[in-house]
């Protein structure tokens, strides 16, 4: 079984949640932050990045008034603006491809919510590819918790040591340690700025083809 990201790694959605997060801030007259920015604070979920927006970095917490007032907006414009902008890397469609020629069971772990996960996989085309998707509201917990990754596996009925984690951040890894899989990550995703080798998966490809020679 493989287990799949989302954001970082098997799309690219922060030119969809840049946007959002700009317009929110225009519509509360405070600066905007730009793509760059958002790029290193994606990865938590919509509400921590809407926080992150607030105060303008990564640690901290805005007023909990002004919170009130954007997430709303954040909402809405992320409900309209879902895959306008997003789009898959390179090598997602012919890596799922060729996991699904080998008889891989693959399912989707996301700490993104149901809401914005579903819509976003079926207009990407990438809904069907999956026999499980587990969102960030799906469980009590979520990653770097173990509990999405060992729902999966019981959902599938594979064991941990027979499955891998494909993803692109430290939530990732630490998700995948914990529930005693094996991980492999992205070089191109969200880490909060922080090259992911730092974390030490297993292994760290360029694109998804790649899966090809690694497994």
């Not at 360029?206 to 497994?215: F, G, H, Q, W």
Request: net charge negative.
């Amino acid at each position: 079984m493989i287990l799949i990201d989302v954001d970082g790694t098997l799309v690219d959605s922060v030119p969809d949640l840049a946007y959002c997060v700009d317009e929110m801030m225009k519509q509360l007259d405070m600066p905007t932050r730009g793509e760059a920015a958002v790029r290193t604070w994606v990865g938590n979920g919509v509400e921590r990045l809407v926080r992150r927006a607030l105060i303008g970095r990564l640690d901290g917490e805005p007023d909990e008034a002004l919170f009130a007032r954007a997430y709303p907006i954040f909402l809405e414009l992320y409900t309209e603006n879902t895959s306008k902008r997003s789009a898959l890397y390179p090598g997602v469609r012919e890596g799922l491809d060729y996991l699904k020629s080998q008889g891989y069971r693959l399912g989707c772990v996301t700490n993104k919510v149901a809401q914005f996960t579903l819509p976003l996989l079926k207009d990407l085309g990438l809904h069907d590819d999956f026999e499980s998707i587990v969102c960030g509201d799906t469980l009590p917990k979520k990653k770097p918790d173990p509990l999405p990754l060992l729902h999966s596996a019981e959902m599938l009925g594979v064991a941990p040591e027979e499955s891998l984690m494909l993803g692109d951040s430290v939530s990732d890894v630490k998700a995948a340690r914990a529930a005693g899989f094996q991980i492999v990550c992205m070089s191109y995703g969200y880490n909060h700025g922080v090259d992911i080798r730092e974390s030490n998966p297993d292994a760290v490809i360029d694109s998804m083809v790649e899966l090809k020679r690694l497994l």
